[in-house]
């Protein structure tokens, strides 16, 4: 079964830091590429960061680039998101998420996120 | 703001047939597949429909998507009240490099 398990989240003052982490298994994490997505309280999904299936790619949103860095560890099948200047609008439930994919006969391409993680709720107050 | 727009809620009655829609741009929707999830209150999303209109194993086939150009749709035939949930629809944009979600429409069945 495949599972991710995220942890690290907690309670941080403005300007702190958190380092989050996401435990994988059940499937070859070194074959997937893999994102943080995050959740404000009441509010919808937001895309934050991804890193490529070798961790030789990263992408991030805009109000996080240069804060945050996502990084991998294959070996022991764990993702990380380290979030440096934490602001109050980063408060939110932060997930790890698998990505999919496949090129089909036409060459077109496809991918999407499953599963997902439980979650791990990140809040920046003083 | 989100980068994809879908209405913030729907309803409907038992039996009857909802659609939900995702509007984007050719950066995202106009070049890549439309992917939805699902999310029940305190729980994580699921993938509900990928690859515009491909439904993972365990997803009942009263769920379907379709995508036209830069839009796409959630088609939920036969509402039933366990469906009740926030859905969200996603894809890459090659301008943002990055993923987009939709704002997410609350399903509300009367």
Redesign the interface.
């Given at each position: 079964e495949v599972q991710l398990l995220e942890s690290g989240g907690g309670l941080v003052q403005p300007g702190g830091s958190l380092r989050l982490s996401c435990a994988a298994s059940g499937f070859t994490f070194s074959s997937h590429a893999m994102?943080w997505?995050r959740q404000a309280p009441g509010k919808?999904?937001?895309?934050v960061s991804?890193i490529s299936a070798s961790g030789d790619r990263t992408?991030?949103?805009d109000s996080v680039r240069g804060r945050f860095t996502i990084s991998r560890d294959n070996s022991k099948n764990t993702l990380y998101l380290q979030m440096n200047s934490l602001r109050a609008e980063d408060t939110a439930v932060y997930?790890c998420a698998k990505e999919?994919n496949y090129y089909d006969s036409r060459g077109?391409?496809?991918?999407?996120?499953?599963?997902?993680?439980?979650?791990t709720l990140v809040t920046v107050s003083s | 703001q989100s980068v994809l727009t879908q209405p913030p809620s729907a309803s409907g009655t038992p039996g009857q047939r909802v659609t939900i829609s995702c509007s984007g741009s050719s950066s995202n929707l106009g070049k890549n597949s439309a992917n939805w999830y699902q999310q029940f209150p305190g729980t994580a999303p699921k993938l509900l429909i990928c690859s515009n209109n491909q439904r993972p194993s365990g997803v009942p086939d009263r769920f379907s998507g379709s995508k036209s150009g830069t839009s796409a749709s959630l088609a939920i035939s036969g509402l039933q009240s366990e469906d009740e949930a926030d859905y969200f629809c996603a894809t890459w944009d090659d301008s943002l490099n990055g993923w987009v979600f939709g704002g997410g429409t609350k399903l509300t069945v009367l």
């Open positions: 994102s997505v919808g999904l937001e895309w991804a992408y991030y949103t997930y999919a077109y391409y496809y991918n999407w996120f499953d599963p997902w993680g439980q979650g | -």
